[in-house]
Structures are given as C-alpha cells and as structure tokens.
C-alpha cells in the first residue's frame, strides 16, 4: 500500500470547515483513499473513501486531486465532538485486500 | 444496530496471568480483525480471520499470543503469560462481505494493563 503523509496536528475554529490534507505521490491506479478518525478512548471510526471522484457523505467531503497525488478531507461545519486523529489510509479495495495501515495521523482540535 | 461489541472494557492484570479478551462482530459480518494500539507503535494489526478462518496471524509478537473465533458471532483474544509490556488497548473490528462497503467497524476497545 502506498504511503502517506499528514501533518502531526491542526486547529479549526468551532464552525468553520476544517481541511486535512494528506499527500500520497506513491499510489496506485488500483488504490482507494479512506479516511478515518479516532476520537479520545474510542475506536477508529470509518469517515469516507473514494478512488479518484470527489465524494460526499453526511460527515464529510473528499476531495482528491487529478492527479491522485493528494487528497483533502474536509469537515464542512466543526464541533468540538469533531476533535480527533484523523487517518489517511491507501489501499486496494476487494477480496485479499484487508490491511488498514495507520500512521500518525493529523491531530485536529476545535477551538472554541 | 449494535456495533462491535468488545469486554471486558478494562482488564488489570499480574504478569504471569493468562488474559482472554472478547468480540461479537457485527450480525452479517464475515471478517474480523483484532489490532493493537500503544503509544509507541500505534496501531497495529494482530489476526485477520475470513469466515472464521485465520487468514493472516503475522501481526500476533509471539506464541504467548492466541487468537480463536469458534463461530460467525464471537471470537477471543488471549494472552498466557501476560508480560507489562502487553499493556495496550486491543480493538476488534468487523467488516462485511465483499461486495459491499470495504470498511472495518472497530468496537471501545480493551485496555489491558499488566502489572
């Protein structure tokens, strides 16, 4: 799985969107994006996932560039629920593919 | 819908003592995943089962560790003997068949401290 890159930590004021940028210049045609969060004592939770077309859920945006080379998960209203570590994971999607490769992640706090 | 559901929620423990943590996958689902998460290595995968089949164990530090999954809806973690450094907290997580969303569902975790 191709490696990524996260800046260690960020603030977001309360309510405005909060943009998490994560570089992945080694992935693959076949290698989807996910995000992940984990917030304090709590498990990883799933946020969103797409392979090269920006996507839309009811947490968050993904926007991937043309190139594939970097994408930007964005939080388009935060709360304080919404600080956590956020993980930009790569990785082939399907049958044999299992592996959740976590790295540091981005520590996002929203400040008050 | 229940979610993943792990216990206990925290364990203490004396080194020496065997350990035996807990998981009730998601109804449906048919992989399930045990991983490890400290301070200094993060998160770590320790035993994906298939269908109730050890898939891949390369994850798991050594024979103290053992993992099982006797049926689709629990499976066990344990540890004999515990050593202080096991002190983590162990998550389980679930995931559906193919075909469907390729996303794990973590459940609270465990956190084991050895004494």
């Known amino acids: 799985d191709a490696k990524t890159t996260q800046p260690p930590s960020m603030d977001c004021a309360e309510g405005r969107a909060a943009n998490l940028p994560c570089n992945h210049s080694?992935?693959?045609?076949?290698?989807?994006v996910y995000w992940y969060r984990q917030i304090h004592s709590q498990g990883p939770q799933y946020i969103i996932h797409g392979l090269k077309n920006n996507e839309t859920n009811e947490m968050a945006s993904l926007i991937i560039t043309e190139d594939r080379k970097s994408s930007t998960l964005i939080l388009p209203h935060a709360t304080l629920r919404d600080t956590a570590v956020y993980y930009c994971?790569?990785?082939?999607?399907?049958?044999?593919?299992?592996?959740?490769?976590f790295g540091k992640g981005t520590k996002l706090s929203v400040i008050p | 819908d229940a979610g993943v559901i792990q216990s206990p929620r925290h364990e203490v423990t004396e080194m020496g003592q065997e350990v035996t943590l807990r998981c009730k996958p998601i109804s449906g689902h048919n992989s399930l995943f045990w991983y490890r998460q400290t301070m200094m290595r993060g998160l770590e995968l320790l035993i994906y089962?298939?269908?109730?089949?050890?898939?891949?164990d390369s994850g798991m530090p050594e024979d103290r560790f053992s993992a099982k999954m006797p049926n689709a809806s629990f499976s066990t973690l344990k540890i004999q003997p515990s050593e202080p450094r096991d002190s983590a907290v162990y998550f389980c997580?679930?995931?559906?068949?193919?075909?469907?969303?390729?996303?794990?569902?973590f459940g609270p975790g465990t956190r084991l401290t050895v004494l």
């Open positions: 089962f298939n269908n109730n089949v050890p898939i891949d």
């Open positions: 997580a679930s995931s559906p068949p193919a075909g469907g969303p390729d996303t794990q569902y």
């Open positions: 994971i790569v990785r082939v999607e399907g049958a044999g593919s299992y592996q959740l490769t």
């Open positions: 080694t992935i693959s045609g076949n290698e989807y």
